[in-house]
């Protein structure tokens, strides 16, 4: 039976004025071992719940079966993930785009990573994680006619990240909900003016510049209150010397951006602060930009 081992990485999204279209593949893996089987769906390494034709990586494989007008087959899933579930990472794009993907490459059909961007955005609803998922880098994402459209944005290797990744969640929906239905033409402008110098300044690697532009008035200030010890943990990323702070996606990871060179430094002055500090676990990662997207692993 044929076998494949696909790698897709977690990512990041908004990144402060960003809103539902600025993304970025962070090197943070989940792994996926799937094998053709004569029939049914057998799933190992994820919660029980999942073990079945629901699971996100089978409902796209299906969906990708359908788009290549190919019956559907048996599956045998492994799934080793180090993106955790429910924290602003992309944990669903992750499963999405590694299902579509693998079928695409099961089956010999040589589609190109923009049908499977296709197929993972019909069901996520939203290309922001799906695109620098499968494309990697950092991506700005929009839907027209119906289909997602995807502009790679060059990012600097200076640019270095830190995720805060505490032990709770907060779900998609949950974070969506205490957004407001309307905003002012003020605040629409102010996002609008930082998202334009902030890819100027991933591009350049100005790091003080992505600190001012990092700001934004859209999403984050509704969802600070998610977020336990947001201003404590903002302020000992600033003291650490983080160049600039935003919630990663829906939350409820944190994520600064620092300079590459000092990511580890930085990092481990974080993770020492918090454990002195925060009642909450924090799991702290430091993380680089993914320049490949999905990929077949060895």
């Known amino acids: 039976m044929k076998r494949i081992h696909v790698r897709v990485p977690a990512t990041t999204s908004n990144l402060g004025p960003g809103f539902d279209c600025l993304g970025c593949a962070l090197s943070l893996y989940a792994d996926f071992t799937c094998e053709l089987t004569d029939e049914g769906v057998e799933i190992t390494g994820c919660d029980p719940c999942y073990q079945n034709e629901d699971n996100l990586f089978v409902v796209a494989y299906r969906r990708m079966e359908d788009r290549l007008g190919i019956p559907h087959s048996g599956l045998k899933l492994h799934i080793d993930t180090n993106v955790p579930v429910s924290r602003g990472l992309g944990s669903s794009a992750t499963l999405l785009v590694a299902g579509a993907y693998a079928c695409n490459e099961l089956n010999g059909e040589g589609l190109d990573k923009q049908a499977v961007v296709e197929v993972a955005t019909g069901i996520e609803g939203h290309p922001d994680n799906v695109a620098s998922c499968c494309f990697g880098g950092m991506n700005t994402s929009m839907i027209k006619y119906g289909l997602p459209i995807t502009a790679q944005v060059p990012v600097s290797g200076v640019i270095g990240f830190i995720a ?102 930085i990092a481990a002055q974080i993770r020492e602060a918090l454990s002195a500090s925060s009642s909450e676990h924090w799991r702290i990662e430091a993380l680089t930009v993914d320049r490949i997207g999905a990929r077949v692993a060895p």
């Open 164 to 265: 805060l990744i505490p032990d709770y969640e907060v779900s998609t929906r949950e974070a969506r909900a205490v957004l407001p239905d309307s905003y002012s033409r003020a605040d629409a402008v102010f996002n609008l003016s930082r998202l334009g110098v902030l890819l100027r300044a991933f591009e350049t690697g100005d790091l003080m510049l992505i600190g001012q532009a990092m700001d934004d008035r859209i999403h984050q200030s509704f969802r600070r209150p998610l977020i336990h010890d947001y201003d404590m943990v903002h302020r000992i990323c600033r003291d650490a010397g983080a160049s600039a702070f935003c919630i990663s996606g829906s939350g409820s990871t944190c994520l600064a951006v620092v300079d590459v060179y000092r990511k580890d430094l």
